[in-house]
């Protein structure tokens, strides 16, 4: 009966760890790297943000919980997560292992990046860095740990929204010569 219990909580332990998933606390004000766009730093609800992430590196990277706005004031530039949805769970990390993450912000006009990027739209994204998560399911739980690796960048609008405007240009330039 000894041997059936031990054997019983070895497997549920088993099962349980590995259901367990990292987590982090999304805070980019904590790095000190901002976001920006053409016109200085991204600010209030006009922009979203979102994080993303894979369990390898180079990995196809899925959104992560939900899209959040930004600060305002001397704080633009930063992402705005309330206090109440941390920490953030990160579901492509095993159990506080490594995981390798990307922040995608865009314009809010649009309803995700995606949009934003097929409509040439302001849109942009961090490079891709590798954190290590919180385990969950330790006991004690570690606490979650800060974002870090992550380095600002500027949205701008995609390229193609560029080159369609540039034609535009030389077409009236073109027929004014006429």
Excluded at 154 to 161: R, Y
Aim: hydrophobic share 45%; no cysteine; proline share 7%.
């Amino acid at each position: 009966m000894l041997k059936k219990s031990l054997v019983l909580a070895a497997v549920l332990a088993a099962t349980i760890s590995s259901y367990g998933q990292g987590v982090i606390v999304f805070n980019t004000q904590i790095t000190g790297q901002r976001i920006t766009g053409p016109n200085g730093n991204l600010a209030g609800a006009a922009f979203s943000a979102q994080l993303y992430g894979s369990a390898t590196e180079g990995g196809s990277l899925e959104a992560i919980g939900k899209s959040y706005g930004f600060r305002s004031g001397v704080n633009a530039g930063y992402v705005s997560v309330p206090a109440a949805e941390q920490p953030t769970t990160v579901p492509s990390a095993s159990n506080g292992g490594p995981t390798y993450l990307q922040i995608r912000a865009w314009d809010a006009v649009y309803a995700s990046y995606d949009a934003a990027v097929a409509a040439g739209g302001l849109a942009g994204s961090s490079a891709t860095w590798s954190q290590d998560t919180a385990a969950t399911a330790a006991q004690p739980p570690e606490p979650p740990p800060n974002i870090s690796g992550f380095v600002g960048f500027q949205i701008v609008p995609e390229p193609s929204v560029l080159a369609l405007m540039g034609v535009g240009a030389a077409a009236l330039l073109f027929r004014r010569r006429k």
